[in-house]
């Protein structure tokens, strides 16, 4: 085990190394200016602005700075916010994003996982028919449509919870903090809600006919017993497979819902920096989900010898 995960380091090591270099050169080719009206500014200003950032040295120069400062944690200074380092403008801003994505992996696993154990177990009943137009419809539908129905119903007729904006002032759980929650967590949740239930679905429907259950069942154990202990257990290693890389990208924020409910987030962050050309930050948080996406990869795959004690993770090896 201490070798398989130590190997995996090695190439997370490798593979977050890639994507530096790659996000690094392909910045420099972007078309534009990092900062606002250059071409209004006098040629000694330009160079000031140039000498402060370190951008007045060769690319290689660049490149080779702009690694070491990434061991240490630094991903240099914003162009766009006078100055403010980036680390800092991530982790102010990965607070709301978490707590959002949170709260929709929350929703959105438990009543995925519920419904879909429903939908195989009622095979080719009412409830399964259901539950699988509730999946295509969830799938097919962007959650900003959800979000702008939810911002119109529940926002704008209703009045019971607030349209947008965000109250960072509040306590984390009192419901002046929470009720800006409510309404993106949900938006985000009913994607999450069909995939894990059509996964579920398909993956139960599979277990439930192999020779085992049959077995099992044959031995005379309780259906409770065979569904839980068995069925459910086994059928749970396929849905782990997109659950990891679903949370983190939720849980990081989502450009678009983020946006819309106005949330002081990392998605929003994302698309304002995409929009200004903020290099340093669009370099920073491509490395932050960087990072989180092949942390996430690892402990998905350490939770599939968790779940399943035949999987073996290091050669065969236990």
């Known amino acids: 085990m201490v070798r398989y995960v130590l190997g995996r380091i090695g190439f997370m090591v490798v593979t977050l190394f890639i994507i530096a270099t790659l996000t690094f050169f392909l910045m420099q080719t972007l078309p534009g200016s990092p900062f606002n009206n250059e071409d209004k500014l006098t040629d000694t200003q330009k160079a000031r602005l140039y000498a402060k950032y370190g951008l007045d040295d060769p690319i290689p120069v660049q490149y080779v700075k702009y690694l070491g400062e990434m061991l240490r944690g630094d991903f240099g200074e914003s162009y766009q916010s006078d100055g403010r380092p980036v680390t800092r403008m991530i982790t102010e801003r990965i607070g709301p994003s978490a707590f959002i994505g949170g709260q929709a992996m929350a929703i959105g696993t438990f009543l995925g996982l519920l419904l879909g154990i429903i939908a195989a177990l009622r095979h080719n009943t009412y409830a399964d028919y259901g539950v699988m137009v509730f999946a295509v419809v969830g799938t097919s539908i962007p959650s900003f449509v959800?979000?702008?129905?939810l911002q119109l119903y529940f926002g704008v007729y209703l009045e019971i919870l607030p349209v947008a904006l965000w109250n960072s002032e509040a306590q984390i759980f009192e419901w002046a903090y929470l009720k800006y929650t409510v309404l993106p967590s949900?938006?985000?949740?009913?994607?999450?809600?069909?995939?894990?239930a059509r996964f579920m679905r398909t993956e139960m429907l599979e277990?439930?006919?192999?020779?085992?259950i049959i077995t099992a069942?044959?031995?005379?154990?309780s259906k409770g017993t065979v569904v839980i202990k068995h069925s459910i257990r086994n059928a749970l290693i396929p849905v782990i497979t997109i659950a990891g890389p679903m949370t983190l990208g939720i849980m990081?924020?989502?450009?678009?819902?983020?946006?819309i409910f106005a949330?002081?987030?990392?998605g929003r962050l994302f698309v304002d920096s995409i929009v200004t050309n903020d290099y340093t930050v669009i370099m920073g948080l491509t490395?932050?989900?960087?990072?989180?996406?092949?942390?996430v990869i690892l402990i998905v795959d350490l939770l599939y010898g968790v779940i399943d004690p035949r999987i073996r993770l290091a050669g065969g090896k236990s």
């Not at 959800?146 to 129905?149: H, I, K, N, R, W």
């Not at 069942?217 to 154990?221: D, F, T």
């Not at 949330?263 to 990392?266: I, M, T």
């Open 252 to 259: 990081t924020g989502s450009l678009v819902i983020e946006k």
């Open 146 to 149: 959800f979000a702008a129905v």
């Open 263 to 266: 949330v002081p987030g990392l």
């Open 207 to 212: 277990v439930l006919g192999q020779d085992y």
């Open 217 to 221: 069942h044959a031995k005379g154990l």
């Open 287 to 295: 490395m932050f989900y960087s990072a989180l996406f092949v942390a």
């Open 186 to 196: 949900v938006a985000l949740a009913v994607g999450v809600i069909a995939g894990i």
